[in-house]
C-alpha cells in the first residue's frame, strides 16, 4: 500500500500538484486521469523516486518512501514508461529480463531463478511465442506486453505505468488494460497507471484519481459518478455524462 499525505510535487520552485492525499491498494487496479499539463507524469515520477517531493510524504505499508535505497526502490517499483524501447538488436526475452537486473549484481548474469522469473512473466502476460522475436520487429501492442513482463519480471509488489496504452489501437488498448487488471487481482500488486482514456478506465479500474487543477479526488467509478465528481471533471460543451450508465454522450 502507498499513502500520498500533504504531497506537493514540480520542479525546483515551481509546484505542479499541492496537498494530494490519496492511497494505493494492493491487489487493485488504479488509473490516473487529468487534462495534459497536470501534472499526471510528474506525480508519477515522484511515486518512482527519479524526482523528490517538494513537500509532503510518500509512504509504503507505513515507510517513508524518500528514505528508501535505491536498491529498496528497484526491489518495490516496476516502471513502464510512454517511451516505445529503442532497440534493434535485442529479443524479446532479453528485453524482458532486463527487469532481474536488481538480483544480478554487476555483470548481469542471469541465474536458473532469474530464467524462470522471466519465463514466469512472459507466460503471465501471454507473450511465451515471442521469446526469440527482435524486439523492432514486433507490434506496439506486443512491445508494450514485453515491457509488462519486464516488470513482472522485476518481482516488485508496485508497477507504475505512464500512459501504456498511449500508442495503441483500440482493441490492444482494451486487451492492455485487461491483462493489467487481472494481473493486479491475480498477483495481490499494486498496479498505478496514468491514460486519457477515460471510458475504459471507468469500465476496467477499480479505483480512479481524478487529478485536475483543484487538486486530486480519488474513489471507485460507482463513488465518483454518484458524487459528481466525474460530471464536473469533464464538464465541457457538447458532452454528457450518464452517471447512471457510466458513459459519455456527444450533444
Not at 511515486?47 to 536498491?71: I, N, T, Y
Not at 538480483?103 to 541465474?111: C, E, I, P, V
Not at 503471465?124 to 519486464?150: C, F, P, Y
Request: net charge negative; with cysteine.
Amino acid at each position: 500500500m502507498i499513502e500520498l499525505k500533504n504531497l506537493s510535487t514540480g520542479y525546483g520552485r515551481h509546484t505542479v500538484s499541492a496537498n494530494l492525499n490519496a492511497t494505493l491498494q494492493s491487489g487493485r487496479l488504479t488509473c490516473l486521469l487529468g487534462p495534459n499539463g497536470v501534472g499526471k507524469s510528474t506525480l508519477l515520477r515522484t511515486l518512482c523516486g527519479f524526482q523528490p517531493p517538494l513537500e509532503g510524504r510518500m509512504e509504503m505499508d507505513g515507510k517513508d518512501m524518500a528514505q528508501l535505497s535505491r536498491k529498496e526502490m528497484s526491489r518495490s517499483i516496476g516502471v513502464v514508461l510512454t517511451e516505445r524501447p529503442d532497440v534493434t538488436d535485442m529479443r524479446a526475452s532479453d528485453m524482458v529480463a532486463l527487469g532481474r537486473t536488481p538480483y544480478t549484481g554487476f555483470w548481469g548474469t542471469l541465474g536458473t531463478e532469474d530464467r524462470n522469473r522471466v519465463d514466469e512473466a512472459m507466460q503471465l502476460v501471454g507473450i511465451a511465442h515471442l521469446a526469440h522475436r527482435m524486439i523492432h520487429t514486433l507490434s506496439d501492442g506486443e512491445r508494450q506486453k514485453v515491457m509488462i513482463a519486464k516488470a513482472l519480471a522485476q518481482q516488485t509488489p508496485v508497477i507504475l505505468l505512464d500512459e501504456p496504452t498511449a500508442f495503441l489501437d483500440f482493441p490492444s488498448k482494451v486487451e492492455t488494460m485487461r491483462l493489467l487488471h487481472r494481473l493486479a487481482h491475480e498477483s495481490g500488486k499494486t498496479v498505478f497507471l496514468s491514460t486519457h482514456d477515460l471510458e475504459t478506465a471507468i469500465q476496467l479500474s477499480d479505483d480512479l484519481w481524478l487529478l485536475s487543477a483543484d487538486g486530486l479526488e480519488s474513489g471507485t467509478a460507482d463513488s465518483l459518478s454518484a458524487d459528481g465528481s466525474l460530471e464536473r471533471f469533464v464538464s465541457c460543451n457538447g458532452i454528457r455524462f450518464d452517471a447512471a450508465r457510466k458513459v459519455f454522450y456527444l450533444s
